[in-house]
């Protein structure tokens, strides 16, 4: 879609970034941030990107910078170790060839995946951008073993809180939900009757391939209306007030779901956003709460009390 028909469905003044990267697409940020050479060739071609679009910011959304994405059965994390110090030096590269335009990054919300923000890194990393997307959701992915939420409450403020401790500033962070529901097929003969710590089937294959028995399903209408265990997981789903996350084991399927709420998103505002004075909030993505809009209509009276 051309860039004036975007702007056309917001509110005059709205900012349109130039996004780069996202999940599997990171060869891209490895090679250019091997060394000054390849990163001032990079940040060159951002700019001009972005001058010759028309877009009024960048967002880098490198998944992950120090390994675990989706190559790292491939590229083994003992290969990346370099990225912890040259993530920081890249954006500030970009930062510098795109001037007055703003710059943000995506970060991850799993600890385990902060290879590159450490307590050293993060104060550089925070100096350069302009605001951060934390990615609060997938807090579960294929790569467990036992069940728990994918974007509670507890666990989007102890990402946050990792964050804020390593020397990131609060309000330059925005907080993410998840416009999707998650599932996970638990193992043969499990019994999950409580809301995490459940055993999984096995999810992912040595090589870090999908053993395709977990999956993600968005809030959008078709989903409703096609998926008969997401309507169901919907219709009986258990909130686990103590950790804040909704949740629904399938005795029929052996399928376990996690996802967000409205009432959710409210207390994430008030636990969250405002207890540790973050900046913002962000949602991946819009689009997927089609069906009847109740999570961005939560997220818009969040943002209206802040």
Same mark, same amino acid.
């Given at each position: 879609m051309p860039l004036d028909q975007i702007r056309a469905l917001f509110d005059r003044g709205t900012k349109v970034c130039m996004a780069i990267g996202g999940w599997? @697409?990171?060869?891209?940020?490895?090679?250019?941030?091997?060394?000054?050479e390849s990163r001032k060739r990079y940040a060159k071609n951002v700019a001009e990107a972005v001058d010759r679009l028309g877009y009024d910011?960048?967002?880098? @959304?490198?998944?992950?910078?120090?390994?675990?994405? *989706?190559?790292?059965?491939?590229?083994?994390?003992? *290969?990346?170790?370099?990225?912890?110090?040259?993530?920081?030096?890249? +954006? /500030?590269?970009?930062?510098? $060839?795109?001037?007055?335009?703003?710059?943000?990054? /995506?970060?991850?919300?799993?600890?385990?995946?902060?290879?590159?923000?450490t307590a050293e890194q993060v104060p550089k990393i925070d100096k350069t951008v302009d605001f951060i997307n934390v990615m609060t959701? @997938?807090?579960? &992915?294929?790569?467990?073993?036992?069940?728990? %939420? %994918?974007?509670?409450?507890?666990?989007?403020?102890?990402?946050? @809180?990792?964050?804020?401790?390593?020397?990131?500033?609060?309000?330059?962070? &925005? +907080?993410?939900? $998840?416009?999707? /529901?998650?599932?996970?097929?638990?193992?043969?003969?499990? *019994?999950c009757l409580e809301p995490t710590g459940c055993p999984t089937a096995v999810l992912e294959s040595a090589d870090g391939s999908d053993t395709h028995?977990?999956?993600?399903?968005?809030?959008?209408?078709? #989903?409703? #209306?096609? &998926?008969? $265990?997401?309507? #169901? $997981? +919907? =219709?009986?789903?258990? *909130?686990?007030?103590a950790r804040g996350g909704q949740w629904f084991w399938d005795a029929c399927t052996g399928i376990y779901w996690t996802w967000d709420t409205p009432d +959710?998103?409210?207390? =994430?505002? =008030?636990?969250?956003?405002?207890?540790?004075k973050l900046g913002g909030v962000m949602a991946w993505s819009l689009a997927e709460d089609s069906h009847d809009w109740s999570h961005s209509k939560a997220v818009q009276a969040g943002v209206k009390e802040l």
């Open positions: 599997g @697409d990171t060869s891209g940020f490895s090679a250019g941030a091997v060394n000054e910011c960048v967002d880098v @959304d490198w998944e992950y910078p120090g390994g675990n994405g *989706q190559d790292y059965g491939q590229i083994p994390n003992e *290969q990346k170790v370099s990225e912890i110090e040259t993530y920081p030096l890249l +954006l /500030a590269e970009i930062k510098a $060839a795109i001037g007055r335009r703003e710059l943000s990054i /995506a970060v991850p919300g799993r600890e385990a995946d902060m290879i590159a923000f959701y @997938d807090l579960m &992915n294929r790569r467990d073993n036992a069940t728990n %939420h %994918h974007t509670s409450v507890e666990g989007s403020l102890q990402t946050v @809180d990792i964050y804020i401790q390593r020397g990131m500033t609060p309000s330059k962070m &925005n +907080l993410g939900f $998840a416009f999707f /529901a998650k599932y996970f097929t638990t193992k043969d003969g499990a *019994q028995l977990s999956g993600a399903v968005t809030f959008e209408t078709d #989903n409703y #209306n096609s &998926n008969a $265990a997401f309507a #169901n $997981a +919907l =219709k009986n789903g258990k *909130q686990d007030s +959710l998103i409210a207390r =994430k505002f =008030k636990e969250i956003v405002s207890a540790r």
